[in-house]
């Protein structure tokens, strides 16, 4: 009977030990493994804001694909080959008083298809956001189309709950009727598109990721203007090289008002042009292929009903055909990159040229300068 609580003792004591070992080893372990989560995470925040700083002060801009459709996806599509981007159909918006693209020219434009009960769009709101936190009021905006899938996704009370609950500061709008959605040839959430300064789309991405890349476009964008990198097309002075689109993408493109005078000849009615009366200073370009054109300082008050300049900026820049149409003989003013109509010039201008430049309104956008 002793030898038998002799052998329980002993094999309590020994048990015993083993547990305290193993509890020690353990403990020491866990603090181990503590320290060295720690230890990594502190390591890849580190080594993230390396990687942020060095990106930034070694970036070298994008080479646009001078071979790339309009069309092509996840590509940098060249500044002579993008289409324009269609405006923003009527829609409510948040964070925002209502935009069009021609408001937001001289910005780079991030347009986001997504809609609040999709999953992977979800996903891409902390790229986004991110995004819009490093350049945003730096010439970067990105406004959110939320085209709906579900009846839920079109009340706009849920919406609005949804892009506070998110973090979303950015503008969003409604596109219920998906009009800017089939305007823009989107087929899938999340769509990434990305516009320039002058308004024209030069990037797309459908789904998640390529953020990476997504930002380096972003970057390449907002420094076109800025350097002189090879991939960048020159507005100022039209370079020789035309641009040849089709009937259908000159229509796609342009707007039928726009469509009917620089491609059909067509002339606006007097002193219905929003540019008529414009006196603020700026330059004015090819509303087409965006090919600068004039500059307000040209612009004179001709009494005609139509802007009027007394010199274009470079005589490279437009050209002039014999127009016999109405039964007089007129010199029409056609740009010279893309051959769109642009309107007439006469020899009754003002000094130091004595030309008038009568420009119909629709064929000109305006970009303001400082």
């Known amino acids: 009977m002793n030898y038998k609580i002799i052998s329980i003792f002993i094999v309590a004591v020994i048990a ?5 070992v193993v509890a020690r080893t353990s403990n020491r372990s866990v603090k181990a493994d503590e320290n060295s989560a720690a230890t990594a995470d502190a390591g890849e925040n580190n080594r993230s804001a390396v990687n942020i700083s060095s990106a930034d002060e070694s970036f070298t801009p994008l080479v646009a694909d001078e071979n790339a459709l309009p069309t092509t996806e996840d590509v940098l599509i060249s500044a002579q080959k993008a289409t324009a981007a269609p405006d923003f159909a009527d829609g409510k918006w948040i ?13 780079v434009v991030l347009v986001d298809f997504w809609t609040f009960g999709c999953y992977n769009c979800i996903n891409t709101l902390p790229a986004l ?12 905006t990105i406004v959110g189309v939320e085209t709906p899938e579900t009846s839920g996704e079109r009340v706009y009370d849920n919406l609005v ?11 969003v709008v409604t596109d219920y009727e998906s009009k800017t959605w089939q305007a823009y040839n989107v087929n899938a959430w999340p769509t990434i598109i990305i516009l320039d300064k002058q308004g024209r789309i030069r990037y797309t991405h459908v789904g998640e990721g390529a953020y990476d890349a997504q930002e380096k476009v972003i970057k390449t964008l907002l420094a076109e203007g800025e350097t002189k990198a090879a ?10 090289e035309k641009i040849v689109k089709s009937d259908a993408e000159w229509r796609k493109l342009l707007t039928p008002a726009a469509y009917n005078v620089m491609r059909e000849a067509g002339t606006e009615r ?12 700026g330059d ?80 000109l956008k305006f970009e303001k300068t400082k």
């Open 16 to 20: 015993s030990a083993i547990f305290i």
């Open 95 to 107: 964070n925002s008083e209502p935009l069009s693209i021609e408001k937001l020219r001289g910005q």
């Open 129 to 140: 956001k991110g995004y819009n936190s490093k350049y945003g009021g730096k010439g970067f």
């Open 161 to 171: 709950k949804a892009v506070e609950k998110r973090g979303i500061s950015y503008p």
């Open 231 to 240: 991939n960048v097309s020159n507005d100022d002075v039209f370079d020789g």
């Open 270 to 281: 007097a002193y219905t042009g929003e540019l008529t009366d414009n006196h603020e200073h």
């Open 284 to 363: 004015y370009y090819c509303a087409a292929c965006y090919l600068k054109l004039f500059k307000s300082e040209a612009k004179f008050e001709s009494g005609t009903g139509w802007p009027s300049f007394y010199q274009a900026i470079d005589k490279r820049n437009v050209t002039e055909e014999t127009d016999a149409s109405f039964g007089e003989s007129r010199t029409e003013v056609l740009c010279a990159r893309c051959g769109s109509h642009l309107g007439h010039v006469f020899d009754d201008g003002p000094k130091p040229t004595g030309l008038r430049y009568c420009m119909n309104s629709v064929a």
